[in-house]
């Protein structure tokens, strides 16, 4: 099992920046890709950004040039730096961890961005 706990949520103003971490525990195994997913009311959950433990990455379109994601894993940690944020990003924002124990999910940390 993997316990995912995820920090860094908030309100902030349309253009302002906040930093999502997530800290995972509990695994015996490598921790694999971890990642971002959001879900704003009403709509189902998507991906924002995710990193390999190499430290390859990937974007959805709608946050390219705005948000960063890095990880160290030496601390099983994964940061989500996001900036220039849009009354459109506000969402619930789950972590996400894979091993080969299976996919794991954090509980969400809620950012709202005001316009």
């Known amino acids: 099992q993997v316990q995912l706990v995820e920090s860094g949520g908030g309100l902030v103003q349309t253009g302002g920046s906040l930093r999502l971490s997530c800290a995972a525990s509990g695994s015996r195994f490598r921790v694999n890709t971890m990642g971002w997913y959001r879900q704003a009311p009403g709509k189902q959950r998507d991906l924002v950004a995710t990193v390999t433990s190499g430290g390859a990455t990937t974007y959805a379109d709608s946050v390219k040039g705005r948000f960063t994601i890095s990880r160290n894993n030496a601390q099983n940690t994964v940061y989500l730096q996001m900036n220039s944020l849009k009354p459109e990003d506000t969402a619930v924002y789950y972590c996400?961890?894979?091993?080969?124990?299976?996919?794991?999910w954090g509980r969400g940390t809620q950012v709202t961005v005001s316009s």
């Open positions: 996400n961890a894979n091993s080969i124990t299976g996919r794991y």
